[in-house]
DNA sequence: ATGCTGACAGGAG
DNA sequence: ACTCCTGCCAGCA
C-alpha cells in the first residue's frame, strides 16, 4: 500500500487527480481543501515532487491570479496553455487562464 | 536537530 | 489601482 509521503500531500495528489477536464485550481483553494488553507505553497511543492504515478494533471494548477509558473512545469508554459485550452479553458489576453469561468469548485 | 528554500496568498503602504 | 513585504507549512541539505 504506497506509504504516503504525507497525508498532506497524499491529499493533494487526491484533489489535483480529480479534477474535471475544462477546470483549473488555485494552490490556495487545493490547500484549503487538504486541511491547511496557509499550505499553498506545500502544494506546489507537492506539484515539483509529484510522481507521474499520479496522472497529476499540474496543468490545471494554477495561482490564484490563473497564471502559471514562470516555467518549471513539465514542459513549459506555453505548453501548459495549449493543454487547458484543448481542454476547453479559456485564456484572457492576459495570457492568464479566466478563472472566473473555470475555477472548479468540488460543491458549490 | 537547525536552517533555508519554495509551482503561493494575503495585507499594508 | 498597483507593488512590496511578510507569513505559513513541509521537504530537503
Redesign the pocket.
Known sequence: MRKA??D??NHVYAIVAQIPHGCVL???QIAAMAG?P????????A????PDDRDLP?HRVV???GE??PG???GGADRQRAMLEAEGVTFKPDGCIDLDKHLWWPKK
Do not use: Q
Open positions: 509521503p504525507s498532506f500531500f488555485t494552490y490556495g491547511n496557509r499550505a499553498a505553497r506545500i502544494v506546489g511543492y506539484m515539483n515532487s509529484a499540474c495561482n490564484r491570479i502559471m509558473a518549471l512545469i513539465f
